[in-house]
């Protein structure tokens, strides 16, 4: 253990460096399962190591974090928080191509840099549980539920996963009869055909029911990266990284059957301490519908498609269908005469994600030529093909009721197409009663009456026009789902291998366990052959030892972070991904914290491979992270210099509106309090070297603006800087003084100096000139009163995350025992005790200064003790005829009474009284005496 050395100053520098190779040599922090203790679990979501680095943003939900890992500790839990690095992806690939070096390099450079500033930080991780998901020993369990989930396939009737060798046998018995399976698409055949088909075809037939499955899907290409993009890579049409051209592309990739657990998903969501906002975020993403499934026939042949609708009842209303781009009728549907202007839409389509799609209310679209016939009315329909209406939700083509639906009703409108509403009963509405009342008085507005539907409610209505449909084979009542697969592969070098190779029958089959990892294979370069393969397609010898070719594409970068909090429980285990003890003892997450853009792809991914491994039995908990708390952003504070337009001078903030001036970002690094250094500045950038400056009162003064954290805005903030100035107590009490943790707010370097100057004060309640100042005196009943007035305060604050308050908490606290000149150990310990989630350098400097023995991480919350709380004393203001005259102290416990008999005998009562005989004595017990003459 490294020997502490004192002094009477607050040396920070000294202090913090000293701690934490305490803590390392000791492994203050390493946990173990102990079943003498509750388990909690408090995880932070997977960073991805960038070489940027962290910036002050970053930390916010790990000091959260961190500080209620802390607090669990001391209040006697068994504590798990791990740290570990999303290490796979797009970035690291990409600097690989244009610098030469490998990833893997980069990768390690990147994890040591967050590392290095983890650390400074004093998280209390257990780092010996660390993972990083470019780890062979760790991709080889991702491999692993990838090979399970292939050979898995969904019973609907069992709601669960099964093996798909069941479901082998089940066809050589029955063949698809009777089956309630997830599949690709509903597949009719016999046990006999069954035995026919060839291997091949076989393989094809199981293809459609496995969890892991090869489909064609659209998928986001980039030609210029090589690759497929997630909808997160992909911005107005442009890869995020590079800005390169990005299309919708039908490919065959693999896939997970995320699909086959919705309903799983849904209703588990009541189960979770989340926000509701949170949880209603993922039912809007799965988004789930009930209603029917309608032939629509088209005019002039014997060719029929199928619309899904949840309001079956406006059948009577519909006006024109819509089919997605992405369609496969959309070639089938288009005449010649509409061809030209048709292969155009689609073209300009393509460039955008169905992220942006459903985000764009702008109208667009083509008229196919074709027309269909409403089953219902005999009407004929005009086809239309639109990018609102996506290809993977319902059956890709809609009946559009522009009275009864928005988008339906812009589109018409943009178009001139007419609108229609079914009337319904007095009393009920439209689905979109304002878009009718719009397009009423319009030459387009049109109302019809079906004696089909008179009388009925909406709901009767549509429930009857359901049963009509059913009724007279027209289609089918379905539930549907907005959640689609989700797609797992990328042309991509820097991720998972997947464990599958090919025979000549051109299908795919696994790999053995025994056989994993199958590990990155070196390559000349990180870039696609000139034949077009993914980077892999470059490897000298990538097939089996029978010589056969391994799957070319790897895992996205979702593949790893998807189960990565099971690995946290058992690190080390080279049997299992976790061992059922482990498993057993700490269950799930029982507190994350993470951002709110995770709310949708990551929650959902995770919960889905969690309970597929719930299925096998392979974990205990159905799902993966009891409670989730987002953290809010923090903003940059950007500062601006004003220069004076055609020259190299630039005035201060306050003289601005004199010149005519360009407000320019700089960077805020060389700002202090709003003030430019500005021999910094000068030297900041070869064209301000012969900068000159207009001051006012001999000062530069920058101007300023709250905006997104930013290197282009100068506004990034290295949270080493920080530390460097003032230490990582201060940073960690100054990030959650900013504002409640679930709020985004602005740094403002500006405001720290007042959280540094605090602990200068903490530090001389125990260190004065002459060195220690704590004394074995005994508590007085103010001091025991400010400690546990703190201790139920900051405790309830922790349990609830509003880590904010506790700060100026603390600052009263210690002014109130400065005020009282408090030495006395008792409240001194205790106090540092209850600061040291917070500030755990400075608290575990002092705890060993004081001669406790140990770390302060390893001792016990105090003991709240409310009868400290209680006051003896009462402070009276005592009121003539309802104006405060003066106060007065009595004893808590004094009856009414006697509170009277004292308020009319003090001194200053004669004054108000002249003689008077008060006509009636009002005495509020604890609060006020009112005197009424």
């Known amino acids: 253990m490294i020997q502490i050395q004192y002094s009477m100053e607050y040396n920070f520098h000294d202090i913090e460096k000293c701690i934490q190779a305490q803590w390392r040599e000791g492994k203050v922090y390493r946990v173990t399962e102990d079943l003498q203790k509750e388990p909690y679990y408090v995880l932070d979501m997977f960073p991805y190591p960038s070489g940027a680095g962290l910036h002050v943003g970053h930390p916010l939900g790990y000091i959260a974090s961190d500080i209620f890992s802390r607090y669990k500790r001391l209040r006697g839990f068994n504590v798990l928080h791990p740290m570990g690095y999303d290490a796979f992806g797009l970035p690291a690939e990409q600097y690989a191509i244009q610098t030469g070096q490998h990833p893997e390099k980069t990768t390690e450079e990147n994890t040591a840099r967050y590392r290095e500033q983890l650390d400074k930080i004093g998280f209390s991780y257990d780092w010996e549980r660390e993972i990083r998901t470019c780890d062979p020993d760790y991709y080889k369990w991702t491999q692993w539920a990838f090979l399970r989930m292939f050979d898995s396939y969904y019973c609907r009737q069992a709601a669960q996963a099964r093996p798909i060798a069941e479901l082998i046998e089940v066809f050589a018995h029955q063949g698809s009869e009777g089956l309630d399976v997830a599949c690709s698409e509903e597949l009719h055949f016999t046990a006999d055909q069954w035995k026919a088909m060839s291997e091949r075809e076989q393989q094809e037939t199981l293809m459609n029911y496995r969890l892991a499955y090869l489909g064609d899907t659209m998928v986001n290409w980039c030609p210029a990266l090589g690759t497929v993009l997630a909808n997160d890579e992909v911005s107005e049409g442009l890869s995020v990284r590079g800005g390169h051209p990005v299309e919708q592309k039908k490919m065959r990739q693999w896939c997970l059957r995320v699909s086959a657990y919705t309903e799983r998903l849904l209703h588990d969501l009541d189960t979770l301490d989340w926000t509701e906002s949170l949880k209603e975020t993922q039912r809007n993403w799965i988004g789930r519908s009930e209603g029917a499934e309608m032939d629509f026939c088209l005019s002039g042949c014997d060719r029929k498609f199928t619309i899904f609708t949840t309001r079956a009842d406006t059948v009577f209303g ?190 795919p089959y696994a790999l053995s366990e025994d056989a994993l990892p199958l590990r990155l294979p070196e390559v000349d370069k990180f870039l696609p052959t000139e034949s077009g393969e993914p980077p892999l397609g470059r490897a000298a010898a990538w097939h089996t030892a029978e010589g056969y070719p391994y799957e070319l594409s790897t895992m996205p970068g979702f593949a790893g972070s998807s189960a990565y909090y099971l690995r946290y429980m058992d690190p080390h285990n080279n049997t299992a991904l976790v061992g059922r003890a482990a498993n057993e003892y700490w269950r799930n997450v029982n507190l994350y914290i993470g951002g709110t853009e995770h709310a949708t792809g990551h929650l959902i991914y995770s919960r889905f491979w969690n309970k597929f491994l719930y299925d096998l039995g392979e974990v205990c908990e159905a799902e993966p992270f009891r409670k989730l708390v987002n953290q809010g952003m923090i903003q940059g504070r950007s500062n601006f210099v004003y220069r004076i337009k055609n020259t190299n001078t630039f005035v201060s903030y306050g003289l601005r509106e004199q010149y005519d001036v360009t407000a320019i970002h700089v960077d805020v690094n060389i700002v202090s309090n709003d003030q430019l250094d500005l021999e910094r500045f000068r030297a900041w950038r070869p064209e301000y070297a012969t900068a000159e400056f207009v001051l006012e009162d001999g000062k530069y003064i920058c101007g300023w603006a709250v905006e997104k954290m930013s290197k282009s805005m100068f506004n990034v903030v290295n949270p080493d800087d920080i530390i460097a100035r003032y230490g990582a107590d201060t940073l960690r009490l100054y990030e959650m003084f900013l504002g409640p943790l679930e709020q985004s707010k602005p740094w403002d370097t500006n405001g720290i100096d007042g959280v540094h100057r605090f602990l200068k004060k903490f530090w001389a309640l125990y260190y004065g000139a002459d060195g220690l100042r704590v004394t074995d005196a005994e508590p007085t009943a103010e001091e025991l009163k400010s400690l546990h007035k703190l201790i139920k305060k900051v405790g309830q604050d922790i349990e609830g995350f509003s880590f904010n308050t506790s700060v100026p908490a603390f600052m009263i606290c210690v002014n109130e025992l400065t005020a009282a000149k408090t030495t006395s150990r008792p409240i001194l310990r205790d106090l540092l005790v209850v600061l040291s989630p917070f500030a755990p350098h400075i608290t575990d400097w002092l705890w060993q200064a004081l001669g406790e023995a140990g770390s302060i991480v390893r001792t016990d919350w105090p003991q709240y003790r409310e009868e400290y709380l209680v006051e003896s004393q009462v402070r009276y203001p005592v009121s003539f005829n309802g104006k405060v005259r003066f106060n007065i102290e009595l004893p808590a416990d004094m009856p009414k009474e006697e509170v009277e008999k004292a308020a009319l005998s003090a001194t200053e009562a004669a004054r108000w009284l002249e003689g008077k005989t008060p006509k009636k004595v009002i005495v509020v017990p604890g609060r006020i005496v009112n005197v009424v003459l």
């Not at 942006?356 to 086809?383: Q, Y």
């Not at 009724?471 to 042309?491: H, M, P, T, W």
Request: aromatic share 10%.
């Open 318 to 507: 519909v006006t024109f269908m819509v089919l997605a781009p992405e369609s496969e009728l959309v070639s089938k549907v288009t005449t010649d005469a509409q061809r030209g202007a048709v292969e155009a839409y689609l073209a300009e389509t393509k460039k955008r994600t169905e992220r942006e799609r459903i985000a764009d209310k702008r109208v667009s679209g083509v008229f196919s030529g074709s027309f269909a016939i409403n089953p219902l009315t005999g009407k004929e329909i005009p086809i239309w093909i639109s990018d609102y209406v996506l290809a993977g939700y319902g059956t890709g083509a809609i009946m559009a009721v522009p009275a009864h639906d928005t988008r339906d009703f812009a589109f018409a409108r943009h178009f001139d197409l007419p609108i229609v509403q079914v009337v319904v009963p007095e009393g009920e509405e439209a689905t979109d009663p304002a878009a009718w009342e719009d397009a009423k008085d319009s030459k387009s507005g049109t109302m019809v009456n079906s004696d089909f539907l008179n009388g009925l409610s909406v709901s009767d209505a549509i429930a009857r026009t359901k049963e009509y449909i059913r009724a007279e084979g027209l289609g089918k009542v379905k539930v549907n789902y907005r959640l689609r697969d989700a797609i797992f592969s990328r042309q991509r070098y820097w991720g998972e291998p997947f464990p599958i190779y090919y025979k000549e029958n051109g299908m």
